[in-house]
């Protein structure tokens, strides 16, 4: 379960990727989505949320590679990498929703919350199934 340079190499550009895939994809949809509020608004939101995302991406993408690469039980392993990161950024959207006062913070996350674990899991099974393909 060693580590060699281009396994950290590897692990760094999935994550940055990731990260820069959904701070755009997202940003791009709160800009869109506050059009009718002018340009200003529209960039504003568009940046906040791509920031947002772009951060809660990466603390998903690199606590998984993290988790996963650690961990050498293999079912604990797999289970941390799927909770312990997305939880993490969970609570990051949470903070972030307590310190702005948003009234609805549940129904304001649960989006994220779902995608979150969802994403988790699939990243596991992506790196589950790169292991199983270099042994």
Do not use: C
């Amino acid at each position: 379960m060693g580590l060699d340079r281009s396994d950290v190499v590897k692990a760094v550009l999935r994550v940055a990727a990731m990260a820069i895939g959904a701070g755009t994809l997202y940003g791009l949809w709160a800009a869109f989505a506050n059009r009718m509020h002018g340009v200003d608004e529209m960039v504003r939101a568009g940046l906040a949320q791509g920031v947002s995302s772009a951060l809660t991406t990466l603390i998903i993408s690199s606590g998984i590679e993290a988790v996963f690469r650690v961990v050498p039980h293999k079912q604990l392993r797999v289970l941390a990498a799927v909770t312990v990161p997305p939880t993490v950024s969970l609570s990051v959207h949470i903070i972030a929703h307590l310190l702005n006062g948003t009234p609805e913070i549940a129904a304001a996350v649960a989006p994220s919350l779902l995608v979150a674990y969802g994403f988790a899991v699939l990243y596991v099974g992506g790196l589950l199934k790169a292991e199983r393909g270099q042994t």
